[in-house]
């Protein structure tokens, strides 16, 4: 019995350790994401200062759209951005204000958004009832 049970220890136990490490590479993933790339050790808000990846500059009116409905339909939901389209976009000096279309005889709400030109930060996010 005490052979089985060392027999039957020594097949678990790399299976056990295999798994271990599984759950900590997945742990080391999740924590990478603070680095831009695990080669060169730069933390991501460093690296962004060097190679410029911090820098967004939505340059024009469909690229802000663009995002705002990636936004819109992660809060909202996709149906939201469907039903509200076309959308009333608004070029201010600093940012980029999208509006959801609601028709004058429907009656409720629209989504508001408004995006940071400069590093795509959304600013506001609202939806009326």
């Known amino acids: 019995m005490v052979k089985f049970t060392w027999f039957l220890f020594a097949l678990l136990w790399p ?5 271990a490490d599984e759950k900590s590479l997945m742990v080391d993933a999740l924590t ?12 991501f808000s ?5 190679k410029g990846l911090g820098s967004v500059d939505l340059v ?3 690229m802000a759209v663009e995002l705002a409905e990636m936004y819109v339909t992660h809060v909202y939901g996709k149906a939201c ?9 608004t070029d201010k000096d600093r940012y980029w ?6 028709p004058s005889d429907k009656s409720g709400g629209v989504f508001l ?6 590093n795509g930060r959304v600013m506001t996010l609202s939806h009326g009832k």
């Open 15 to 19: 299976l056990s350790q295999s798994c």
């Open 32 to 43: 990478a994401q603070a680095y831009a790339y695990e080669g060169e050790g730069i933390a």
């Open 46 to 50: 460093e690296y962004s200062k060097q």
């Open 60 to 62: 024009n009116a469909g």
């Open 81 to 89: 951005v469907e039903k509200e389209r076309p959308f009333y976009v």
């Open 97 to 102: 204000r999208i509006e959801g279309y609601l």
């Open 113 to 118: 958004i408004e995006i940071d030109k400069e």
